[in-house]
């Protein structure tokens, strides 16, 4: 009896398991069960959910990891960053905050012909800085250093990856998160996909576009999103990098965040802005910032579709 959702977001808190307290009773033998016996997770539970790293002597970062059945010689590896609500030592919350779990679908999995997944978690949020508050990109964070770390060791500790088709995006933290490792190692990533980026342009020289103007990025927002504002985030950085002569940089830019699945909200229900990321994980995203569709070699693609075919001749 589906009552409510088992997980659920506080701006206080994020995203957490919720805590309902049951006493179920068989009225003919008056038997009782009262003790939960575990949760079903069908996606999820194709996940390892017992990675930690420890980076120095102080920080230790949980992580989920999946890895394709129908192996090859080598296969890709697709990172996914998390949100701000999703931090802790939980890695089930960061694979199903924002539904990142997906990645290991059939559906997506079949676009790449199998794929490696990491997904890293925060033990607070990717944006922190020093004093123990946001950075939007003025001053460091304390996390890349690590992150880097880590997803370099998990490269190193599963041979079967190809180091040629490293992937990774995330959403608002994990958003700026990602464009952060861009701009850090530029030579290290096949390509990069972000959904509502937390980044303020502002704090991006002209130096640091010359950089990441050659790696492959898709960039996923909508318009009216209050929080990562796309006229301070996405828009400058996307038309700065065309500017600088970018060939492979894409833009889906939504008026809306809708329910795609018309059983939320119901038919034509528009989410909070922010949620972007709805649309990625479904592998929707097609058209570019003009409004034409996304094409590889003459066809059009989706933005798993475009990544799965990016690739870089840079030694890991």
Known sequence: MPISSPFQYSRIKGNQWVDYQFNIINHKTLDVWRKSSGKIMPLVDQFDLKGKFTF????????ASFAPSNQKD?????????GGGEGGFD??????????ANYASEAIQSVFDGAYILVPQSPTFWMQNSQGSYTTGKVNDIYNDALMALIKDFVQSNPKIDASRIYIGGCSNGGYMTLKLLLLHPDYFAAAY?????????????????????????????????????????????HRLMAAGAKNVHF?????????????????????????WVYLHENLPRQDFNGSLVKVNGKPVTIMEWMSSQKTNSKK
Do not use: C, R
């Open 194 to 238: 972000i959904s509502s980026l937390a980044y303020q342009a502002e704090y991006i020289s002209d130096e640091d576009m010359q950089k990441i103007k050659n790696i492959p990025i898709w960039f996923v927002h909508s318009k009216d999103d209050e929080t990562t504002k796309p006229d301070q985030t996405v828009l400058p950085v996307y």
């Open 252 to 276: 889906s830019f939504y008026d809306h965040v809708n329910d795609i699945t018309n059983l939320y909200g119901g038919k034509g229900y528009i989410y909070p802005g922010h949620w972007s």
């Open 91 to 100: 890695p089930t919350t960061a694979l199903l905050g924002n539904k990142a």
């Open 56 to 63: 120095g002597d102080k920080l230790t970062m949980s992580y």
């Open 74 to 82: 080598k296969s890709p590896l697709i990172i996914w960053l998390h």
